[in-house]
């Protein structure tokens, strides 16, 4: 894949750039009738979702407020909650299954972002928790981080895979309320065993490890999950979601002007992701482009170059490219 970043040098004054990211629609839904997505049924069983209950899932009608034309059975948003399960252990887990590996496709960084809302509990006092689950593939699905909505508290939690619920300093509010509706965002980057999540692009997680014990980092699934806080008493409260997407893209590289040296040579450096291969090109035109390196970025994460051919015009132009 080549992904220009020009880096102007004119008459020693130097402009920069940096790259545009080439994401990848890993999988994405509205819940429309138009995707096969029927409110009659319940969401597992449906456009490949599946799940570890037939009840306790489903999908609903105009629960978002959205200012787009209405599908037929209206603007439909899936949901997790409300109808007792039938498992013994009071979980739930539905997901849609991505099974895949971002640091070997070259694409580290993913993206995980939905609405969602939680209802609170109508005819009874109990409140439950809903949660999102990151699993990987090996093992039928390790589970590497959670957030967590905690129905009782309000309070926002994650949890990393040392099994520790650690409180965000966020708390949220039910979607009877005015700010009931949340845009949430989760960013992962593989290659660095790291992960932070927005919501309504307000930082709640900054830069966790993905996994403390050295499980594989790569993508399985990422599940809404509802948890019964007393088992066998659920509560009749929900959690609703919708636009719920996942994408991926190349770990951001960009090329640095460092300095011009006295024998008019030019002192380069690549950032990128580290032991990966990129490209320094150069041209004068625009139209003709010359490789001057390809190299692999070192453990730092950099690595320098020297163009001695610099004293050979009064200006230039220099992209990278990650080399695939």
Do not use: H
């Amino acid at each position: 894949m080549a992904v220009a970043l020009p880096l102007f040098v004119v008459a020693n004054v130097v402009f920069e750039s940096g790259a545009v990211a080439q994401r990848t629609n890993l999988y994405s839904t509205g819940f429309e009738l138009s995707e096969g997505f029927d409110t009659r049924l319940t969401l597992i069983g449906q456009g490949n979702w599946t799940g570890t209950d037939l009840n306790g899932n489903g999908l609903v009608t105009n629960f978002f407020a959205n200012a787009t034309s209405q599908q037929p059975f209206g603007q439909q948003q899936a949901f997790v909650g409300f109808y007792p399960l039938t498992n013994t252990d009071g979980t739930l887990n539905v997901w849609q299954p991505l099974d895949f590996d971002p640091v070997a496709a070259g694409l580290p960084i993913v993206t995980f972002s939905t609405t969602m809302a939680v209802y609170d509990s109508s005819t009874t006092a109990n409140r439950d928790c809903f949660r999102w689950s990151i699993y990987n593939t090996n093992n039928g699905g390790v589970r590497l981080f959670t957030i967590d909505f905690d129905n009782t508290t309000s309070r926002i939690n994650y949890e990393l895979d040392d099994n520790q619920f650690v409180w965000t300093g966020f708390t949220f509010e039910n979607a009877a309320s005015t700010n009931g509706q949340y845009d949430l965002v989760v960013t992962m980057n593989f290659a660095e065993n790291l992960w932070s999540a927005t919501l309504n692009d307000v930082l709640i997680v900054d830069s966790k490890r993905m996994t403390t014990k050295g499980s594989a980092l790569n993508l399985g699934d990422i599940d809404a999950v509802w948890v019964n806080s007393t088992l066998g008493q659920p509560g009749d409260n929900y959690m609703v979601f919708d636009d719920y997407a996942v994408a991926a893209e190349p770990y951001p590289f960009w090329l640095d002007a460092v300095q011009r040296l006295s024998d008019g040579a030019f002192l380069l450096r690549l950032t990128g992701e580290s032991e990966r291969q990129y490209a320094i090109d150069a041209t004068t035109d625009f139209m003709d482009w010359y490789a001057l390196k390809t190299n692999s970025v070192g453990t730092d994460g950099t690595f320098d170059f020297v163009d001695t051919t610099a004293t050979n015009y009064s200006r230039g132009f220099y992209r990278a490219r990650l080399v695939q």
